[in-house]
């Protein structure tokens, strides 16, 4: 769904230990740079520095509470995407913040987001674990403030594998003193992901093995029930009881028939689709 996952590569020329790299970003009176040594795994030397009104505020290591110590030397978390750097207001308050994105290996995780926020006499920094599907820095209401557009990583090994798996949208931003989930403020954002995610149902539900419909089925009835419409989740879950869609026996990771019904909403009351 999203961009972060690509590795850092090719902004500098190649020394011992690896290529070194660097990107610069600039908003008002703030410049952030990150430099790195090396490529993926290998990555050594993550480091961050912000110059404000043209003083050095900050220069720091990059480093993240989800990462394993000790790491061999090597950077964790790495730099995320070719360009893992941004300086944005994200709290609308005529300060911009650095974010910058990291990614901590595995195979299902995990891309963060580390923001740096001016205090009034140095740096803060805040940390989100956007896992699997990584995130987007978009101004969704074009307010000035940028928001995280992302997907809802609980929904990952719900009712199948990984590849079955479908996410939800989820909004996120950053107020200052931690990150909110702010999805419900974006209804139109919402209404386009339901079509999304019911075109794959209805695509999944129409093929030969029916593989994955379960999952898709799940994300399609939280985003109904993100926008109030609570009355076509359920009358979507009794068409495909009907339908033979979640008949018992065929499915080998969890529930089916009315289980995964009372299994799917307990999920989306605990998690807050279901008020």
């Not at 703030?30 to 480091?47: D, P």
């Not at 003193?177 to 129409?206: N, S, W």
């Not at 299994?263 to 279901?274: E, S």
Request: net charge positive; charged share 25%.
């Amino acid at each position: 769904m999203l961009t972060l996952f690509a590795p850092a590569a090719g902004h500098g020329a190649e020394g011992g230990g690896g290529a070194e790299h660097s990107q610069t970003a600039t908003s008002g009176q703030v410049t952030a740079t990150v430099s790195w040594r090396g490529n993926f795994a290998e990555t050594r030397n993550f480091r961050l520095t912000i110059d404000r009104a043209g003083v050095r505020a900050l220069q720091t290591r990059v480093r993240s509470r989800e990462c394993p110590r000790p790491t061999g030397g090597f950077a964790c978390p790495w730099p995320a995407g070719d360009e893992p750097l941004a300086v944005r207001d994200l709290d609308g308050d005529g300060e911009p913040e650095a974010i910058v994105g990291g990614f901590t290996g595995g195979a299902h995780c995990c891309v963060l987001a580390l923001v740096y926020r001016w205090n009034g006499s140095g740096y803060a920094t805040f940390e989100k674990n956007f896992r699997d599907p990584g995130y987007r820095l978009v101004d969704l209401d074009r307010d000035g403030r940028y928001e995280f557009r992302t997907a809802d990583a609980r929904f990952a090994f719900l009712y199948g594998s990984f590849a079955e798996s479908v996410f939800p949208i989820q909004i996120v931003r950053f107020e200052g003193t931690g990150f909110a989930d702010v999805t419900d403020e974006f209804r139109d954002a919402v209404a386009k992901d339901t079509r999304r995610v019911q075109r794959e149902y209805r695509r999944r539900a129409r093929s030969s093995n029916q593989l994955g419909v379960r999952s898709a089925l799940a994300a399609y009835v939280a985003d109904l029930y993100q926008l109030d419409r609570g009355r076509a989740a359920n009358r979507t879950l009794r068409s495909a009881l009907r339908r033979g869609l979640l008949e018992p026996g065929r499915f080998t990771v969890g529930p089916d028939g009315r289980r995964f019904v009372r299994n799917l909403k307990r999920h989306l009351r605990r998690w807050g689709y279901i008020g």
